[in-house]
């Protein structure tokens, strides 16, 4: 409308609410919405089809291919793909194939394609590293720093008496022993700390997504205390803050070999909760 209200003016509507409405109709899709993502991986299948490519049974999303006698592989998260074969040369082919058949879709040229090579990516806030033969390690020590700031400035802000985490002792646990002991008469946090108690929760809870599970305990607790928070929960929040910066470096680490068979590794904690 406000670009040629003279050719939109007359499509304007108005709600049920009283409120002016335009309604169109797209030609391409919109992005980071579901229908796009889904329209993208079926014209990214067929594209790999028509190249070769066989879809893993187990996972739609990793693609195979034998190149020269050894297997090509693309792993892909909606627009992200991660490509391996022993020959450099394979993968300059598969990267021209892919530069030609997407980078001309967005029309202005901004659908340029990134590359990037070698044994350490970076990625949604985690460091891939693919140093070490048959391991790949997983970080996200800049992500933990946020957190860590984030919760340094809480504390300046309120000036809750908790001091910043420069010279705290380190934590062995992620979670303290009364994780699961809810005060019912607890004093609760005003709504200004509250919502920062939320922000860094989620927070947290991204980090254990992706590369931190060892905190997964401690976090699936303080999400459900995210609507009303007391001051025993910001404690156990510190808690789980100190152990982090203690733990920052900690990588996840995931590995293979060729021998085909998978491997779990459990190990159980008994009496953790007060009901057992």
């Not at 409308?1 to 509507?13: C, D, E, G, N, R």
């Not at 108005?14 to 002016?20: E, S």
């Not at 089809?49 to 190149?67: G, L, Q, R, S, T």
């Not at 905190?215 to 803050?241: M, Q, Y």
Request: with cysteine; glycine share 4%; aromatic share 12%.
């Amino acid at each position: 409308m406000a670009i040629a209200p003279k050719v939109y003016s007359q499509y304007v509507t108005v709600g049920k609410k009283g409120d002016k409405q335009l309604l169109v109709e797209y030609k391409n899709a919109i992005y980071s919405t579901m229908v796009a993502a889904l329209l993208y991986y079926c014209k990214f299948a067929e594209s790999l089809e028509m190249n070769e490519f066989i879809m893993n049974p187990y996972d739609p999303c990793v693609w195979n291919k034998i190149i020269n006698g050894k297997q090509c592989t693309i792993c892909f998260y909606v627009n992200d793909c991660k490509i391996s074969h022993v020959s450099a040369e394979v993968l300059d082919n598969i990267i021209a194939w892919l530069c030609e058949e997407y980078e001309n879709v967005i029309t202005d040229g901004s659908g340029k394609m990134k590359v990037a090579r070698g044994k350490v990516h970076k990625y949604l806030g985690m460091t891939l590293d693919f140093t070490v033969k048959y391991v790949v390690k997983v970080t996200m020590i800049e992500y933990v720093n946020e957190i860590i700031a984030s919760w340094d400035k809480a504390c300046l802000d309120f000036d809750d008496g908790f001091e910043i985490m420069n010279n705290c002792k380190k934590i062995a646990t992620p979670a303290p022993e009364d994780l699961f002991k809810v005060d019912e008469s607890g004093v609760k946090l005003g709504s200004a700390k509250a919502k920062v108690f939320h922000t860094i929760v989620a927070k947290a809870l991204y980090v254990s997504k992706w590369a931190r599970p060892d905190t997964s305990l401690a976090i699936a607790f303080l999400t459900t205390r995210v609507r009303e928070p007391d001051e025993d929960d910001w404690r156990k929040l510190r808690h789980l803050i100190v152990y982090l910066k203690s733990t920052r470096e900690l990588p996840l680490v995931l590995g293979a070999r060729n021998t085909g068979v998978l491997h779990w590794y459990v190990d159980a904690s008994f009496a953790v909760h007060p009901n057992m």
